[in-house]
């Protein structure tokens, strides 16, 4: 892959002065390392979103900073203003080339698993990406999980079976399934699971049956006590009409 380069400029402005630059087109940024001084920075949004189509957070790149100076970086963290969907603030991390990382590289799935199209299982992953460690040199952009062995219901893709470089360390247990093919539910299963549901529906509807039955009785009550009301009040004011006379 070639290299991946953006470009920055340094930045003076935080807080709320930062709004007028957005709407020039500009995203606030800042890159730090492990014993490195962090930095302020601008990037172009247009760019960005190219760069970021292209490396993801997993695939160096050079990040040529105002001034003459450069530095090899990945995208740590991204935040992305969820009304507009475009990005609003970056972090870079910035790495030396001679000291191993740890991150975690996506898995791509590749081919049809005949266990799928002959015997009309389920595709089951059990995760979408792997950590790692190796040198920044090393990094791969992502990790190919060929699915055509899982001929049967029996088989299994493990963390041993991925292709890689020797440079690279695994950080999983080697005997850990990565994806597997599931047998089709038979009728019965199938069957079971109608009368769960129904079950947990009558369960549902038994419950607003007693509901509606307590505000019924709720209501009567009500209307009870206001028909006593005038009853209650009449002795009270004939005992007063007599004191009167």
């Not at 380069?5 to 007028?20: A, H, M, N």
């Not at 219901?153 to 093919?181: C, H, M, N, W």
């Not at 038979?186 to 549901?197: F, G, I, N, Q, T």
Request: glycine fraction near 6%.
């Amino acid at each position: 892959m070639d290299k991946i380069i953006l470009k920055s400029k340094l930045r003076k402005e935080t807080g709320k002065k930062v709004k007028k630059y957005r709407r020039e087109g500009l995203v606030p940024a800042v890159v730090y390392g492990r014993k490195m001084p962090s930095r302020n920075l601008w990037v172009d949004l247009l760019e960005m979103e190219k760069v970021y189509g292209r490396a993801g957070e997993n695939t160096i790149i050079k990040l040529d900073i105002e001034g003459g100076k450069e530095a090899n970086v990945l995208i740590h963290d991204v935040q992305i203003n969820p009304l507009s969907g475009i990005f609003s603030h970056i972090d870079f991390f910035q790495i030396r080339m001679d000291e191993k990382i740890e991150t975690e590289i996506p898995l791509e799935f590749a081919g049809e698993a005949p266990a799928v199209k002959e015997l009309g299982g389920v595709l089951v992953k059990n995760m979408d990406d792997v950590p790692i460690s190796c040198l920044p040199a090393d990094l791969p952009s992502k990790l190919e999980v060929n699915i055509e062995n899982l001929k049967t219901f029996d088989d299994r893709f493990k963390i041993s079976d991925l292709d890689v470089s020797g440079k690279i360390k695994i950080l999983l247990d080697p005997e850990t399934v990565i994806a597997l093919v599931a047998p089709p539910r038979s009728e019965e299963e199938l069957a079971k699971l109608d009368e769960k549901v129904e079950e947990d529906v009558t369960k549902v509807e038994g419950v607003e049956e007693e509901t509606e039955e307590a505000k019924e009785g709720e209501e009567t009550k009500e209307k009870e006590l206001e028909e006593k009301k005038p009853e209650d009040k009449k002795p009270e004011e004939e005992q007063k009409e007599g004191k009167k006379e």
